[in-house]
């Protein structure tokens, strides 16, 4: 009773106290002058950059969000790619993410993936753009403190809502879909982890005693979304081993195939190329996976296919799994293998599987015989006669070619080759990622001659710029647009799906991803592989010398926003309009225009199964050009002139405020990515060539 009676007089004293210490407060802040609400700014609008220039222009003298009638009307608009940045971040998830379901209703499963994956790296951005340290920036100047305030609570606001996405993904159906879909996914999450990572290591050097969440591994707490690397990890991992399931060696000589639930095989370049550069994130980037759960990985527990096979499959079913028994039995726990045995750790960093998977990836898909003429990848392969023949296989080679090409069939293998550098040390991955990069550049017709369309890097003698090696140009579609402007060939009609309209984002996002700074030192020694100063020299000027077109593209994306900030599909739109409008065309003959424009230039034997039906029209010896070129009268514009005028002059009139932009699928959550992900291409060229040349970006010019 005695202790009772301490417990109960000490807890008393404790309340009194409490309650003392708060009435104090409450009479503090009650003699205080009230003040202003200070909402933290979507725009660095109410600060100064620490040391400006050009990347951080004076706020008042910029445009801060979308352009309005004057804007459009001026010559040129100065650009602040940051702050471009987070208008074009803010529509995305405003106007198109619903938090309550933690998803973009407007999406389908894998673009939601992809723009998730743009939602990460655009805060992996806005975060190496200001230094500052939690918690020492709020004992420094007010301007140190608004600006850490407002990046910090920029990316917190974000990166929750990315938490919200991780519940309301539809896992469960992607396990169900193509082996492509699920391997966005596994990009997606590893790029949430890098950012957590990162954003930590950056801002947060001083940390608190191990949370509950990290005592088993000994890592001490920091940025509180450190607690959601174990279930991105473990997302990863499980879609990353549903995928791989789709290589074989047996069609073809290797490869990924498309979709397990097709009936004709498909080994096409994305599927290809994302198994490449998710075995390189996760051999770089996954830290490992203590859940093996949901996912049983004994393939040999599975039900039998109900579909009847013959009896000689049935003996080679039984003697694959015979096969993969004794091997899974034969591994041990220092593989770090996720499975019933094993159930510590799951395979983690720089486990050599993803490293050799990545390496068969690149060599198989280089020798596949997948890249046309202008040195762009192609779609995929089909298999002549499969299904038929003894072995139900055909001539079981890729010998069907599909000649379409896309955007994102060039981007996605950027950030595997980079990935198989750092993994290998070999620099040819490097350099085929530069030709690539080239060869992307000369299909958009683009014009500098400052690039050229080679490079090696092992010698800065090497990278040429002659005659031979310059990038012709014209208003032509060159093959990924045209006027320097990339675009997919549905663009223009404005018949691209909502898959064709995320292609151009996946481009771009992988291209940044390719032009990072080489890391000077290896991250682990004896597994990862550094660049000496000549290398990392020679890789930054090369990028450098895209920065103008990346910029180029970044702005007609700029252009090509209606009142509410929402990007549109075709960038070149705006150049096509003008110059169609300034010679008096009305809806319908602009219409005809772009029909003689782009109706004849699907490559012979391309099937596009990605859009829309194209214009399918005849053959017209009329030349397109626009931008920096005029536009040539056709003959039919000739024909509709001359009625115009035996009319006495009067002819239709185009309906003002007319966009292109607005046909098809019009203005959608995908093409906002696109936005998103150009101009965050635009904000890291510009300032890591500010870096190489000081300030004034090289010559850059930003502008509208």
Not at 433 to 460: Q, Y
């Amino acid at each position: 009773m005695a202790t009772i009676s301490r417990v109960a007089s000490s807890s008393m004293r404790s309340f009194c106290v409490l309650a003392l210490v708060a009435c104090l407060v409450v009479l503090v802040y009650a003699r205080k002058e009230p003040e202003a609400p200070h909402p933290i700014p979507d725009y660095p609008a109410k600060f100064e950059y620490l040391n400006q220039h050009v990347l951080h222009p004076d706020a008042s003298k910029l445009a801060l969000g979308p352009p309005s009638s004057s804007d459009q009307a001026s010559a040129q608009t100065p650009i602040n790619p940051l702050s471009e940045l987070r208008s074009a971040l803010s529509t995305l998830q405003t106007q198109y993410f619903t938090i309550w379901l933690g998803k973009w209703p407007s999406s389908i499963d894998w673009t939601a993936a992809v723009i998730n994956t743009h939602l990460s790296a655009a805060l992996h951005t806005l975060s190496s753009s200001v230094s500052y340290f939690i918690p020492e920036a709020f004992g420094t100047t007010k301007t140190m403190v608004d600006e850490a305030l407002m990046v910090e609570n920029e990316i917190n606001k974000y990166f929750s809502q990315s938490v919200t996405y991780y519940f309301g993904e539809d896992h469960f159906a992607i396990r169900n879909e193509a082996y492509d879909d699920m391997l966005w996914v596994v990009l997606g999450w590893l790029e949430s982890i890098n950012l957590i990572n990162e954003h930590n290591r950056a801002h947060y050097p001083y940390s608190t005693p191990p949370s509950s969440f990290l005592k088993q591994s000994g890592e001490k707490e920091g940025w509180w979304a450190r607690q959601f690397i174990p279930g991105f990890a473990h997302r990863a991992r499980v879609f990353y081993d549903l995928a791989s399931k789709g290589w074989d060696w047996k069609l073809c000589g290797g490869g990924m195939n498309w979709n397990p639930h097709t009936r004709l095989p498909y080994k096409n370049a994305i599927t290809n190329e994302l198994f490449i550069a998710s075995s390189m994130g996760m051999y770089l980037g996954f830290p490992g996976d203590q859940n093996c759960e949901p996912f049983v990985a004994d393939e040999g527990k599975r039900a039998a296919r109900p579909a009847a096979r013959t009896e000689q499959e049935l003996d080679e079913e039984q003697e694959r799994r015979e096969k993969e028994e004794k091997e899974r039995s034969a591994k041990t726990t220092a593989e770090n293998t996720c499975s019933e045995d094993f159930p510590t750790e799951g395979r983690s960093t720089y486990d050599p599987k993803y490293l050799q998977a990545a390496v068969n990836g690149y060599q198989w898909l280089k020798s596949s015989g997948m890249t046309n003429s202008q040195g762009l990848y192609v779609d995929g392969f089909h298999i002549k006669d499969y299904g038929k023949g003894d072995n139900g296989i055909g001539t079981g080679k890729c010998d069907d070619r599909n000649e379409m090409v896309y955007t994102y069939n060039q981007g996605v293998l950027l950030s595997g080759l980079r990935g198989l550098w750092e993994g290998t040390g070999n620099v040819s991955y490097l350099e085929d990622g530069h030709e690539l990069i080239r060869n992307v550049i000369g299909a958009t017709g683009w014009n500098d001659t400052s690039v050229p369309t080679k490079v090696t890097l092992a010698k800065e003698e090497d990278s040429e710029r002659s005659a031979d090696s310059t990038i012709s140009y014209g208003g032509e579609w060159s093959g990924l647009g045209q006027a320097g402007i990339l675009a997919e060939l549905c663009d223009p009609s404005g018949s691209c799906s909502q898959n064709g309209q995320t292609f151009k984002s996946i481009f771009f996002h992988h291209l940044t991803s390719f032009c990072a700074p080489l890391p000077r030192r290896a991250v682990h020694h004896g597994k990862t592989f550094a660049a000496d100063k000549a290398l990392a020299m020679l890789h930054r000027r090369s990028c450098n010398q895209y920065a103008k077109w990346v910029v180029h593209n970044a702005a007609a994306a700029l252009k090509s926003r209606d009142s509410n900030g929402r990007f549109g599909m075709w960038w070149g739109a705006g150049e096509f309009e003008k110059e169609l409008e300034a010679r008096g065309l009305d809806d319908e003959e602009m219409e005809e225009e772009i029909k003689e424009a782009f109706g004849d230039v699907l490559p012979e034997g391309a099937r596009d199964y990605r859009n829309g039906k194209p214009y399918e029209f005849g053959k017209t010896e009329d030349v397109f050009e626009c931008g920096t070129m005029r536009l040539r009268p056709t003959l039919a514009e000739q024909r509709r002139a001359q009625k115009a005028q035996e009319r006495g002059g009067k002819k239709t009139r185009r309906v003002k405020g007319r966009d292109l932009n607005d046909r098809g699928r019009g203005r959608t959550v995908e093409t906002q990515a696109g936005g998103v992900s150009v101009v965050r291409a635009m904000w890291e060229f510009v300032r890591h060539l500010e870096e190489e040349e000081g300030e004034g970006g090289g010559g850059v010019n930003l502008e509208l």
